[in-house]
């Protein structure tokens, strides 16, 4: 069953991160499910904000993140290790050996193997956050991905590494392989929030809400959890009542 909610970007950042700290005060050791890219950004910041002040503590948690680009070491500047260290953990009193991102280089296909393992024996995740992609796809789960999916290698598509090019130099620098959590690791979560801002959001929001349940579209798979609730903005949600 889908919840959808409507607000400006900074209001849709204050919801989801309100969820997140009623979930940590409710558990303080919750098990939480991470995304990168820019629409957690502002959660993100609530977050490191509500530690500050000592509404939350991050000291039990335990996150598992989405993905990780293959190729790209933790400490290159566009690794989500890196990203998630920049943006969130480094700002919070969180024990980083209970941060776990998937490895991009190394070991990678093996960690990867056990990582729906790994995020059982921790008790399964209590929340996740999701971006969604221009072609629907949620993690790195591109469309055609079984449903039945677990934790893989994933190769992007054409439109998800212009999507990302913004973040490099150049469209060359992206890679092209990325190792995520399947559809069926990401359903394997108790609740699920979903975030999507902007117009280029629009056609997949639409296709999300209204469209089929389809492989072509693997973010419609969420139709199908019974706890997801979707913030969009004004633009994202433009094409759903057309």
Request: glycine share 6%; charged share 20%; proline share 4%.
């Given at each position: 069953m889908l919840k959808i909610i409507v607000g400006s970007g900074e209001e849709i950042s204050r919801l989801i991160a309100e969820q997140f700290i009623l979930q940590i005060q409710k558990k303080p050791d919750s098990v939480l499910g991470?995304?990168?890219?820019?629409?957690p950004l502002g959660v993100y910041r609530n977050l490191i904000e509500a530690n500050k002040k000592k509404v939350v503590s991050f000291s039990k948690v335990t996150t598992f993140n989405l993905d990780e680009y293959i190729g790209l070491e933790g400490t290159h500047n566009q690794s989500y290790?890196?990203?998630?260290?920049?943006?969130l953990f480094d700002h919070i009193d969180i024990d980083k050996k209970n941060t776990f991102v998937l490895k991009g280089v190394g070991d990678y296909l093996a960690y990867a193997n056990n990582y729906d393992n790994l995020i059982e024996e921790h008790g399964g995740i209590?929340?996740?956050i999701l971006g969604?992609?221009?072609?629907g796809h949620i993690a790195f789960n591109e469309p055609d991905t079984?449903?039945?999916?677990?934790?893989?290698?994933?190769?992007l598509n054409e439109s998800t590494i212009k999507d990302n090019s913004r973040l490099f130099s150049s469209i060359k620098e992206v890679p092209t392989k990325a190792v995520t959590m399947g559809l069926k690791s990401i359903m394997n979560a108790r609740k699920i929030v979903l975030i999507a801002m902007g117009k280029s959001k629009a056609e997949a929001?639409?296709?999300?809400?209204?469209?089929?349940?389809s492989k072509r579209v693997p973010s419609s798979?969420?139709?199908?959890?019974?706890?997801?609730?979707i913030y969009v903005d004004q633009d994202a949600y433009s094409l759903v009542n057309k």
């Open positions: 991470l995304a990168t890219g820019t629409s290790r890196y990203f998630m260290n920049v943006n209590d929340l996740q969604i992609g221009s072609n079984p449903f039945d999916s677990l934790t893989h290698i994933a190769d929001v639409k296709n999300l809400i209204k469209g089929k349940i798979i969420l139709r199908n959890h019974p706890d997801v609730t």
